[in-house]
């Protein structure tokens, strides 16, 4: 008795036998009696999921939050799951379980936004090098040998190598490793330089400028270059305080217009040859 008793037991202590409420709740419409049936067979499988959720502990998500992910598959594997297909219920329930926890670290624990295409090299690489490393050296496997135990192109390895280092982000404020004196990360960002866009903006009007009547240049060379006063510029040409800013301004304004026609007319240039 005790023989076939136990050849007969399921593959997991925490798998019971909910067959009949299935069959209870397909033969039952919508309502309150078939809505208490799903959260019986819920709670009669809850501890598979509890086991499925341990299984991806230490992976930057802590246990409770994976146990919630985990039961929310299960009430999905619950809602969808129709034993006219002939199926067991835990053959359902494993996938759906198991794709709900992977599904929220793809979409939840990335701290950078990575392709699904290279979160699959990242998770073969990471598999490889994990089965590599279980050698009496113990060293880290190289990429022509993760190469040859995957059969992924070395640009695929690659790939899935950066990829493995966007899984968490490094903060700002983090220590640099070797760093004796407090250098954090923050401290290799470089700053804008205001002198670059005057450069930028220079050389815009660099041909506008040569373009200009001789006055308009001098009036700019000296209230600009040569941090004159209106009024001394004024008194220098001969004519008043009020016709000089006009003049500059005028001539600012022209020589705007003249940088953004030039400046539209290139990037259509660019767009046509592109």
Known sequence: MTSVRARSRHPHDDAPDTSEQFRRIASLPEGSERGALR????RAWMPMADRLARRFRNRGESLEDLRQVAMLGLVKAVNRYDPARGSAFESFAVPTVVGEIKRHFRDHMWGLHVPRRVQELRNRVRTATQELTRTPDDRTPTVAEIVQHTGMTEEEVLVGLEALDSFTTLSLDAELPGSDDGYALVDTLAT???????????????????????????????RFFCDETQSRIADRLGISQMHVSRLISRTCAKLCEQ?????????????EAA
């Open 39 to 42: 959260q019986e067979v819920v």
């Open 192 to 222: 804008s330089e205001p002198a670059f866009d005057r450069v930028v903006d220079r050389e815009a009007v660099k041909p506008g400028l040569a373009g200009l009547p001789e006055r308009e240049r001098e009036i700019l060379y000296l």
């Open 259 to 271: 940088a953004e026609a030039q400046a539209e007319a290139q990037a259509e240039a660019q767009a």
